[in-house]
């Protein structure tokens, strides 16, 4: 066997260092907060992702199929025994809805407005939203084993908020289990089209995700033609003469 030329080793060197720094942190494109610029750039659809944790019940927000350390660490800012910081193990995380906006301006708007409920919830108010949550018996958040489904219910709760509060119309939100999202009342169904993920195996939840990107970005090229083709139509009305 010929002795491997030292181009190789580096490349080798290099891969392994990624590997080892995306298991440890996660997925590089999803470091870091998004503007419509940079989704568009990155290929990316007008969605937002919402992950939650199978341990704890927490939530996480995504502007792109994959999270983060980054993520985490600005999501749980005041972390305590009650909601702790989670850990970014890739077997903890399952996707519970994908959001699907009418446009990126949407989608940058609901994703901070999601992750700025979750810091006035957990800083700026943190006695209000204690004092509303379900307790046992000795006053303490209700929990069984460590999973703890109040997380769960406040974030289907602020995203029904969000929709609702920025009249995001043409939203299509895709759930793991319909009757995640609650009853109907909570929700404007004059904004919102509910549908459910399709079933899959939890080791090709990735590749899942980023089959939904590619559809949704396609779907939404496509209204982007029309709406051009409308208004293109509509100026070359606008400037033919009138004939007396």
């Given at each position: 066997?010929?002795?491997?030329l030292?181009?190789?080793?580096?490349?080798?060197?290099?891969?392994?260092?990624?590997?080892?720094?995306?298991?440890?942190?996660?997925?590089?494109?999803?470091?870091?907060?998004?503007?419509?610029?940079?989704?568009?750039?990155?290929?990316?659809a007008?969605?937002?992702?919402?992950?939650?944790?199978?341990f704890?019940?927490?939530v996480?927000?995504?502007?792109?199929?994959a999270?983060?350390?980054?993520?985490?660490?600005?999501?749980?800012?005041?972390?305590?025994?009650?909601?702790?910081?989670?850990?970014?193990?890739?077997?903890?995380?399952?996707?519970?809805?994908?959001?699907?906006?009418?446009?990126?301006?949407?989608a940058?708007?609901?994703?901070?407005?999601?992750?700025?409920?979750?810091?006035?919830?957990d800083?700026?108010?943190?006695?209000?939203?204690?004092?509303?949550?379900?307790?046992?018996?000795?006053?303490?958040?209700?929990?069984?084993?460590?999973?703890r489904?109040?997380?769960?219910?406040?974030?289907?709760?602020?995203?029904a908020?969000?929709?609702?509060?920025?009249?995001?119309?043409?939203?299509?939100?895709?759930?793991?289990?319909?009757?995640?999202?609650g009853?109907?009342?909570?929700?404007?169904n004059?904004l919102?089209?509910?549908?459910?993920?399709?079933?899959?195996?939890?080791?090709l939840?990735t590749?899942?995700?980023?089959?939904l990107?590619?559809?949704?970005?396609?779907?939404f090229?496509?209204?982007?033609?029309?709406?051009?083709?409308k208004?293109?139509?509509?100026?070359?009305q606008?400037?033919?003469?009138?004939?007396a």
């Amino acid at each position: 066997m010929p002795p491997k030329l030292s181009s190789e080793k580096r490349m080798r060197k290099f891969l392994i260092e990624h590997l080892k720094t995306r298991r440890i942190f996660g997925a590089r494109i999803a470091e870091g907060e998004k503007t419509v610029k940079e989704l568009a750039r990155l290929n990316m659809a007008p969605q937002v992702f919402l992950f939650k944790n199978l341990f704890s019940g927490q939530v996480l927000y995504s502007q792109v199929p994959a999270y983060h350390q980054q993520q985490i660490d600005e999501q749980f800012l005041r972390p305590n025994w009650q909601n702790r910081k989670p850990s970014r193990r890739n077997d903890y995380w399952r996707i519970m809805c994908v959001a699907t906006f009418d446009n990126y301006e949407y989608a940058v708007a609901a994703y901070k407005g999601l992750v700025d409920l979750r810091k006035t919830r957990d800083v700026v108010q943190k006695d209000v939203a204690q004092s509303l949550r379900r307790k046992n018996d000795d006053g303490n958040i209700w929990f069984q084993g460590q999973y703890r489904p109040t997380y769960t219910q406040e974030a289907v709760a602020d995203l029904a908020h969000v929709i609702d509060e920025f009249e995001l119309e043409n939203t299509k939100l895709t759930w793991e289990n319909e009757w995640r999202r609650g009853e109907d009342k909570f929700w404007r169904n004059d904004l919102i089209e509910h549908d459910t993920l399709p079933p899959f195996n939890a080791k090709l939840q990735t590749a899942m995700l980023d089959e939904l990107r590619i559809k949704a970005l396609e779907e939404f090229g496509k209204l982007r033609e029309q709406e051009e083709s409308k208004n293109t139509e509509q100026i070359q009305q606008s400037e033919q003469p009138v004939i007396a």
